[in-house]
C-alpha cells in the first residue's frame, strides 16, 4: 500500500521559512520522480516544484530562488525548504509521487502553510 505522508506545514510571518517533508513507503522510492504541488483556497492547484530521479529539479517562477526541493532516498523522504515566504505562499501542500503520463500517480493528504503580513 503506497502512502505519502507531508508534514512540517505551520503559520509563519512574511519573510520567515519552513520546511516542509513527504515520507514515502509502497512502492520503490528512488525510481520515482517527485514533485510538490499546492492548492490556495478557491485557486487551483499548482505544480511548485519537481525532482527527478537523477536529481534535476524544476520549480515554478514564482518560487524559484527561493525554495528547494531535495530527496534523500536512503529516508525515503522528500523535502521542500521554503524561504522568504510571502502570503501568497499560503496554501496546503502536496506532495505526489510516480509519474503516469503527463500525471502523477499517488498523492499524500497535504500539510497546510500559512503565511500572514
Known amino acids: 500500500q503506497v502512502q505519502l505522508v507531508e508534514s512540517g506545514g505551520d503559520s509563519v510571518q512574511a519573510g520567515g521559512s519552513l520546511k516542509l517533508s513527504c515520507v514515502a513507503s509502497g512502492y520503490p522510492f528512488s525510481n520515482c520522480a517527485m514533485r510538490w504541488y499546492r492548492q490556495a483556497p478557491g485557486k487551483e492547484r499548482e505544480l511548485v516544484s519537481t525532482i527527478e530521479v537523477d536529481g534535476t529539479t524544476k520549480y515554478v517562477d514564482s518560487v524559484r530562488g527561493r525554495f528547494t526541493i531535495s530527496r534523500d532516498n536512503a529516508k525515503n523522504t522528500l523535502y521542500l525548504q521554503m524561504n522568504s515566504l510571502k502570503t501568497e505562499d499560503t496554501a496546503v501542500y502536496y506532495c505526489?509521487?510516480?509519474?503516469?503520463?503527463?500525471?502523477?500517480?499517488?498523492r499524500g493528504q497535504g500539510t497546510q502553510v500559512t503565511v500572514s503580513s
Open positions: 505526489a509521487a510516480c509519474r503516469m503520463g503527463i500525471n502523477f500517480r499517488y
